[in-house]
């Protein structure tokens, strides 16, 4: 992708994709970057965008009238005067288009609509195996999102696109999981394609822990620049946030953390094919079924849940051993991308005190002073929503990119 302007201390949306333009193409009219000014949700008279673009008043009327003719900007009362009439103010309209949210883990599976802004109108959730294949999750998305938009009253076209987020690796320039470990049937498979030409609508996919990464940072820690969030469930991934923006790596495996190795675990096979990864020796299902071998519970994540809560001491201990397991790999990201916060999520994260407390143990134990000084190590604070709200954002941050309001400008 070509920008015409690729300076890096700039935020993203105000470098503007000029692929598939063309000498024959409409010059732009502008009106993309000054809506950028709005997103914040804060009202402006043209007087104010006057100031804030030095540009001239008629040119700032017509991006205006433009913005406005699409629907996403709207007047939004008057200012205070200082004399005269009282100018008129003009606000963002997230509620214009709606876009829909998808969440698929390993065992459930959330779908929500989100207003522009990330606002979540109506989800839904429920208990749903990945490894049914794409055939029967596709159409568990289809037969459920359509019930939800309907049931907003909402009609087609409104719908701006649909984000989601799945339990394994993702090419980021196709969409397609790429030989994801818990997701039998997957490989390869054209999500966006499927999803498109069911809802008429562009569709973006990503990894589940970027996903939740994103709807953590932008609803809770907008401010942080450097961020890692950690998803630990049945797989044990992570979303990575530098310089406020959400990093793929070249092609889209960064943060990948459950298949390193870790020290001393190298004998424990990994359902990838490798052994010592650390979703082989921490990943939730792992913990309960080595729970289920000592005598305690029954294998099952409800089972673990149930004895995180009733305090049990072998059940604590597993845990702290696991976050230990934990620790030793986020300490090498830690002095690799010297971070921040970082975020752990996922079921047990909000669960087991004695979870975080093993990676905090060794984390700051292995890491270099410098790195862990002001680090803080949280846990997820979005809730069920964080999925939903990370992969509408996503739709949301395309659909209301600059290029993208020229094109609905221009149509």
Same mark, same amino acid.
Request: net charge negative; aromatic share 4%.
């Given at each position: ?8 201390? #700039? ?11 063309? #000498? ?14 709005? =997103? ?45 009439? /009282? ?54 998305? =289809? ?11 909402? /009609? ?74 950690? #998803? ?86 597993? &845990? ?79 659909? &209301? ?11």
């Amino acid at each position: 992708m070509v920008n015409l302007d690729q300076r890096e201390d #700039k935020p993203p949306w105000l470098t503007v994709p000029v692929d598939g333009l063309s #000498k024959f193409a409409p010059r732009p009219t502008g009106a993309g970057e000054t809506f950028q000014l709005f =997103r914040d949700g804060e009202p402006r008279t043209r007087a104010s965008l006057v100031a804030a673009t030095g540009q001239s008043r008629s040119t700032v009327a017509a991006r205006i009238d433009a913005l406005v003719g699409t629907g996403l900007l709207g007047p939004s009362g008057e200012a205070d005067s200082t004399g005269g009439r /009282p100018p008129a103010t003009f606000a963002f309209r997230p509620h214009s288009r709606i876009v829909l949210g998808v969440d698929l883990g390993a065992h459930h599976a959330r779908i929500g609509v989100t207003d522009l802004a990330g606002t979540v109108l109506t989800e839904h959730q429920q208990a749903l195996d990945i490894a049914d294949g794409p055939d029967a999750v596709m159409a568990w998305v =289809r037969e459920r999102g359509h019930r939800l938009i309907d049931d907003l009253g909402r /009609p087609a076209a409104d719908l701006a696109g649909i984000g989601v987020g799945v339990p394994g690796p993702v090419d980021h320039a196709s969409g397609r999981p790429i030989s994801p470990p818990i997701m039998p049937g997957w490989d390869g498979f054209d999500i966006a394609g499927r999803l498109g030409e069911e809802f008429r609508a562009p569709v973006v996919v990503d990894n589940d822990a970027n996903v939740m990464a994103l709807g953590e940072h932008r609803a809770i820690y907008p401010s942080e620049r450097e961020m890692l969030f950690v #998803k630990v469930a049945t797989g044990i991934g992570s979303g990575i946030v530098m310089d406020g923006r959400l990093r793929h790596g070249a092609q889209g495996a960064a943060g990948d953390l459950g298949h390193l190795t870790v020290p001393g675990q190298e004998g424990v096979p990994c359902r990838c094919g490798n052994t010592g990864c650390l979703e082989a020796v921490a990943g939730v299902g792992v913990i309960a079924q080595r729970l289920r071998e000592a005598g305690v519970g029954d294998g099952t994540v409800d089972s673990l849940l149930a004895l995180v809560r009733s305090g049990d001491v072998t059940t604590s201990q597993q &845990l702290r051993q696991s976050g230990r397991h934990i620790g030793v790999i986020l300490a090498n990201a830690v002095s690799l991308l010297n971070p921040a916060r970082i975020v752990i999520g996922g079921v047990l994260a909000v669960a087991s005190e004695q979870l975080i407390a093993g990676i905090r143990e060794v984390v700051y134990q292995r890491s270099l002073p410098l790195a862990t000084e002001h680090l803080v190590i949280s846990t997820a604070r979005a809730g069920s929503s964080a999925g939903i709200v990370g992969a509408a954002t996503m739709v949301a941050d395309e659909f &209301l990119a600059p290029s993208a309001i020229e094109a609905l400008i221009t149509v």
